[in-house]
């Protein structure tokens, strides 16, 4: 990754990165570590075109990760074994158009994170995908969830909502606008609702007595 970047700037800019590779991959039938490494083919060579041009090369680049890979200049169909699995794209516009936001990522940061945590020993640098893989092991977890009223307990009911000295009982109408959006940013879908979302995650302030474990 380059240097001097801003941590809330990384986040906020590949928030969606692992999820975005994972439904390519599901969606083409495609290892996922490959599109990653197929989208930095396209950071390299920006055409679809260019990067044919220059496919032998950018292979030698990656022999070392994928030992069983090649590419039919005739069909423009990449070809790879990863975990005894036969992996088949054809690099075309299409898969450039799967991949574009990995790509946007890509350019601004690499494909390679360097990172360090002397809580957890950690010392070493990986791909994007897998560095959103490995970290999320370290996520807070939320020991107990509920659906909703009627699925929790008589007791953690009374503890969080049901207290007579704690709860609140707000009234919402139809015309409280401002209440409307707030839940449809929180449950809603669309790219504003879920931008609002990840605004609202990445402002929220962490304390100690919030993480479970």
Same mark, same amino acid.
């Given at each position: 990754?380059?240097?001097?970047?801003?941590?809330?700037?990384?986040?906020? @800019?590949?928030?969606? !990165?692992?999820?975005?590779?994972?439904?390519?991959?599901?969606?083409?039938?495609?290892?996922?570590?490959?599109?990653? =490494?197929?989208?930095?083919?396209?950071?390299? !060579?920006?055409?679809? @075109?260019?990067?044919?041009?220059? &496919?032998?090369?950018?292979?030698?680049?990656?022999?070392? +990760?994928?030992?069983?890979?090649?590419?039919?200049?005739?069909?423009?169909?990449?070809?790879?074994?990863?975990?005894?699995?036969?992996?088949?794209?054809? &690099?075309?516009?299409?898969?450039?158009?799967?991949?574009? !936001?990995?790509?946007? #990522?890509?350019?601004?940061?690499?494909?390679?994170?360097?990172? /360090?945590?002397?809580?957890?020993?950690? @010392?070493?640098? /990986?791909?994007?995908?897998? =560095? =959103?893989?490995e970290i999320e092991k370290f996520y807070?977890?939320?020991? @107990?969830?509920?659906?909703?009223?009627?699925?929790?307990?008589?007791?953690?009911?009374?503890? /969080?909502?049901?207290?007579?000295?704690?709860?609140? +009982? &707000?009234? #919402?109408?139809?015309?409280? +606008?401002?209440?409307?959006?707030?839940?449809?940013?929180? #449950?809603?879908?669309?790219?504003?609702?879920?931008?609002?979302?990840?605004?609202?995650?990445?402002?929220f302030k962490f304390n100690m007595s919030?993480?479970?474990?």
């Open positions: 990754m380059k240097e001097n970047i801003k941590i809330a700037d990384f986040v906020n @800019d590949a928030f969606d !990165y692992r999820k975005e590779l994972e439904e390519c991959a599901i969606k083409n039938s495609v290892n996922p570590y490959l599109l990653e =490494f197929i989208a930095n083919g396209f950071v390299k !060579y920006e055409t679809v @075109d260019s990067f044919i041009d220059n &496919i032998d090369a950018w292979l030698r680049t990656i022999v070392e +990760v994928f030992k069983e890979i090649g590419f039919n200049h005739e069909t423009r169909q990449l070809h790879a074994v990863i975990d005894l699995k036969d992996q088949l794209v054809i &690099i075309d516009d299409h898969i450039r158009e799967a991949l574009e !936001y990995v790509i946007q #990522v890509q350019q601004k940061y690499g494909i390679l994170i360097k990172y /360090t945590s002397k809580k957890f020993n950690l @010392d070493k640098q /990986t791909t994007l995908l897998r =560095f =959103f893989e807070p977890k939320v020991q @107990d969830r509920y659906k909703g009223l009627g699925s929790s307990s008589a007791d953690v009911s009374r503890q /969080t909502i049901m207290d007579p000295n704690t709860r609140r +009982v &707000i009234m #919402v109408t139809a015309e409280d +606008v401002e209440t409307h959006r707030k839940l449809a940013m929180l #449950v809603g879908d669309g790219d504003i609702n879920m931008k609002g979302r990840k605004e609202a995650l990445m402002n919030m993480i479970d474990n």
